[in-house]
Nanobody, 123 residues
Framework: QVQLVESGGGLVQAGGSLRLSCAAS????????MGWFRQAPGKEREFVAH????????NYADFVKGRFTISRDNAKNTVYLQMNRLKPEDTAVYYC????????????????WGQGTQVTVSS
């Protein structure tokens, strides 16, 4: 399995940007499709974005399309989430996760999770 550690969260004003990073340990990182999820207080964890192991296929939740970009650097064992035009409703703990499934929207299909990083967007 792969171990994951997120970073890059913080407090930002609405309209601002943040870039989250997810550093992975393990030689097999480049073989895992990766996803980002988020969980706001009192809400269920929800899918945000997904990237194939090669990085050439990406998928997004409708509410982040055009604002967020997922990418990966397999040489650095890292996956990123660039978040632009942030809104207060983007406030949540953001998690990266690794999967071996094509059902990338289902959190139950992910086998390794990071500890999460807090993103807070003020209005």
């Amino acid at each position: 399995q792969v171990q994951l550690v997120e970073s890059g969260g913080g407090l930002v004003q609405a309209g601002g940007s943040l870039r989250l990073s997810c550093a992975a340990s393990g030689r097999t990182f480049s073989t895992y499709p990766m996803g980002w999820f988020r969980q706001a207080p009192g809400k269920e964890r929800e899918f945000v974005a997904h990237i194939s192991w090669t990085g050439d296929i990406t998928n997004y939740a409708d509410f982040v399309k055009g604002r967020f970009t997922i990418s990966r650097d397999n040489a650095k064992n890292t996956v990123y989430l660039q978040m632009n035009r942030l809104k207060p409703e983007d406030t949540a703990v953001y998690y990266c996760a690794a999967t071996l499934s094509n059902n990338y929207r289902d959190s139950e299909r992910y086998i390794s999770w990071g500890q999460g990083t807090q993103v807070t967007v003020s209005s």
